[in-house]
């Protein structure tokens, strides 16, 4: 097992996902993956473009971050996109984890 950053989601008893926020050796920092997902966008009229363009209507953002978890689980699943799903006690097993409750992600616009 190799966990990648940023592409593998892992999985814990409770049916949350998360997705690795680093790796370095056998360490690996875990990040929620609706959170990840939700800090990698600005908050800016783009946003709500894509948003309003998914659902046709106003809709919560939290939606749209948990439905983009919900495209990458099924896109691992069938192979669409490259990576893995792991048990959390599987990656346990094998990784030193800790988990981040904040995803601290700066982010910079020109």
Known sequence: MEIMEN???????????????????????LVNAVIYYANNRVLNTDLLDAVNKQ?????????????????????????KYPGSIYSFEEVEANYTVSVSGLHSRSVVVD
Request: overall charge positive.
């Open 55 to 79: 659902y046709g209507e106003p809709s919560s953002v939290l939606r749209f971050f948990t439905d983009m978890v919900k495209d990458r689980i099924e896109g691992l699943k069938s192979g």
């Open 7 to 29: 592409r593998d989601l892992i999985i814990d008893k409770y049916g949350n996902y998360y997705i690795a926020e680093s790796v370095y050796g056998k360490q690996v920092r």
